[in-house]
Every structure is written in structure tokens, then in C-alpha cells.
């Protein structure tokens, strides 16, 4: 089992969907939570970060992580066509070990 | 991208050669990674960086090996490339958390490598 699982996609929405991305882990070291957005040959950039469990939320990015269930979300409000991109879930524990999810290729179709 | 560059951004080389990819950054951050990223595996990190001259291995660190002479700079050798090194190569940079640093990583553009 990989320390990090995550569905790989594709996933197709319409513009204006609600798209809800999840990832699970294995590790309950993970302290830190993050989430990349990569463009098709770009390198990844961080989306939004949390600690704790519970929601953080920044404009039409929600992110939800629920360490009973070693569960996390990012949620995204209407979808664009810029939203297109691989999303990556990433972890990290105090031993400054990144851990990063195989990634969720999305569209958006307008 | 955050001060980071890679070069060369792409190359193609053949089986057993050696090859040397370069990363480069102008934030003085103390940590530095080098990723490889293929299809249904992600990011995988190969060795990373603490300090100049202190480094350590990754997941999948057999044939590559690293230096940091500088701060600003972390070398990647492959000593003889072989075909299933053929990937992506991303370096990333970081703060340390345990110093009250950032915890998110920036990524510099990659590099395209193909051995034939």
C-alpha cells in the first residue's frame, strides 16, 4: 500500500461544477497538508496548506482534512477552464519528509 | 517560479553516459529536493539537500547521486544513464519547519531527460 492514494483520474466537469478531489493516507505522522496545482509541463505550485483538521477556505478553494479518517479533500466552487490541471495532494511530517499524492488530472469543459 | 531555475530543460542522451542536471536558486532557502515524476507514480524524491555539503537519499536514489558546493546550487549525476531514468526532473526548494520556516516547497520549471 502507498503511504498516499489517490485517484488518478480523468476527471471531466462542466464549467461551473463543483469539483471535490480527495486523497487518503496511511502515515498518522503527516502534520502538515498541502495541495499543488500543476499545468501541463509546468512544475508544481501550492494551492493551499493546512495543519489541523477541520476547513480552510480560500476563495473557490475549500480544503478539508479529517485526520480520524487520515482523509483530505480540496473542494473547488465554479470550475473554470483555467482550472484544468493535475492536482497533487502532498503531506509532510516534522522529519521534513514531503510525501506527494500520484496526482488527479482534471478538465473543465466550457 | 520562485527563484528556481533547471538547466538544461531538455536533453536526450544515450545509455551509460553520465549526466549532470543543474538547479539553481536565488531565495537562500536552506532546503533543496531533486523529483523525478513519471506517469502513475508522481513525484518521487530522489535525494534532497539540508545544508551545503549535506545531503541525504530519497525513495529512489539507486544511480543518482547529488552535491551542494553553494547554497544556491544542488547538482544531480546520473553516473550511467539507463533508459528507465527516462523522466521528469523537478527540483524544489524549502525553508525548514522546525525553525518556524514555510512548509510548502516551490518547484522550478523541470527538465526533460530521454536516454535512447
Known amino acids: 500500500q502507498k503511504e498516499v492514494e489517490q485517484d488518478p483520474g480523468p476527471l471531466s466537469v462542466p464549467e461551473g461544477a463543483i469539483v471535490s478531489l480527495n486523497c487518503t493516507y496511511s502515515n498518522s505522522a503527516f502534520q502538515y497538508f498541502m495541495w499543488y496545482r500543476q499545468y501541463s509541463r509546468k512544475g508544481p505550485e501550492l494551492l493551499m496548506y493546512t495543519y489541523s483538521s477541520g476547513n480552510k477556505e480560500d476563495g473557490r478553494f475549500t480544503a478539508q482534512v479529517d485526520k480520524s479518517s487520515k482523509y483530505i479533500s480540496l473542494f473547488i466552487r465554479d470550475s473554470q477552464p483555467s482550472d484544468s490541471a493535475t492536482y497533487l495532494c502532498a503531506m509532510i511530517d516534522y522529519g521534513q519528509n514531503f510525501v506527494f499524492g500520484p496526482g488527479t488530472r482534471l478538465s473543465v469543459l466550457p | 517560479d520562485a527563484g528556481i531555475t533547471q538547466s538544461p530543460r531538455h536533453k536526450v542522451t544515450e545509455t551509460g553516459t553520465p549526466v549532470t542536471l543543474r538547479c539553481h536558486q536565488t531565495e537562500n532557502h536552506r532546503y533543496m529536493y531533486w523529483y523525478r515524476q513519471d506517469p502513475g507514480h508522481g513525484l518521487r524524491l530522489i535525494h534532497y539537500s539540508y545544508g551545503v555539503k549535506d545531503t541525504d537519499k530519497g525513495e529512489v536514489s539507486d544511480g543518482y547521486s547529488v552535491s551542494r558546493s553553494k547554497t544556491e546550487d544542488f547538482l544531480l549525476t546520473l553516473e550511467s544513464a539507463t533508459s528507465s531514468q527516462t523522466s521528469v526532473y523537478f527540483c524544489?526548494?524549502?525553508?525548514?519547519?522546525?525553525?518556524?520556516?514555510?512548509?510548502?516547497?516551490?518547484f522550478g520549471p523541470g527538465t526533460r531527460l530521454t536516454v535512447t
Open positions: 524544489a526548494i524549502s525553508e525548514s519547519i522546525l525553525s518556524g520556516g514555510a512548509y510548502e516547497q516551490y
